[in-house]
């Protein structure tokens, strides 16, 4: 006998399914219209990424500029004011003010002064970097030179096929006595 139950079952299930994927596509009436299925696919993507770098990149830049000329109205400022101050000492002196007579201002280390001091920091620092990399490359080549050798010896075989176990033994005793150091 078969089991009519089961069969109705698959049926029924099949039915519910179908159901579904229809009110899912739209309705009954054969799936989504051409104006819903449109308008589901034209999504506007507003995400680009080299635009958004762009915006933050303008951003940021603006925000600089701001605090630059913040800064710069400030010291205008303090130079107004210290060029007030210096006007009103010079006045003093040409009047005559005999503490301030000898006292000029003495200015700092120029801008080539500056310049030359600044140089000689970079060179020295480079000198001193191009002299690291030297010495490293130098070891490099020592220690590939070494491995070089040593890979010959160990890869050496005798007549019949055999390792060379006399190179073997020398490497191990190397570094028995390395370690024990």
Do not use: C
């Not at 009436?29 to 051409?34: A, N, R, V």
């Not at 080299?50 to 800064?71: D, G, H, S, T, W």
């Not at 080539?112 to 970079?122: A, D, G, P, S, T």
Request: aromatic content about 6%; charged content about 40%; glycine content about 8%.
């Amino acid at each position: 006998m078969k089991d009519t139950k089961g069969e109705d079952g698959v049926a029924q299930r099949k039915k519910k399914n179908m159901k579904k994927n229809m009110n899912r596509l739209g309705g009954v009436g054969g799936g989504l219209s051409l104006e819903a299925f449109a308008s589901a696919k034209t999504r506007r993507n507003d995400h680009n990424p080299a635009m958004l770098k762009k915006k933050r990149e303008f951003y940021k830049n603006a925000k600089y500029v701001k605090k630059y000329k913040q800064q710069q109205k400030q010291q205008g400022g303090q130079n107004d004011q210290s060029f007030a101050e210096q006007s009103s000492k010079h006045g003093r002196q040409e009047h005559g003010d005999p503490d301030k007579m000898g006292n000029k201002n003495k200015k700092g280390p120029s801008l080539e002064e500056l310049y030359k001091k600044k140089r000689e920091e970079l060179d020295k620092e480079r000198s001193e970097r191009e002299a690291m990399i030297k010495a490293k490359k130098e070891e490099q080549a020592r220690a590939e030179s070494r491995r070089k050798e040593w890979r010959q010896k160990m890869y050496k075989k005798t007549r019949k096929g055999q390792p060379v176990m006399k190179y073997r033994i020398e490497h191990l005793l190397e570094t028995l006595q390395g370690s024990t150091r």
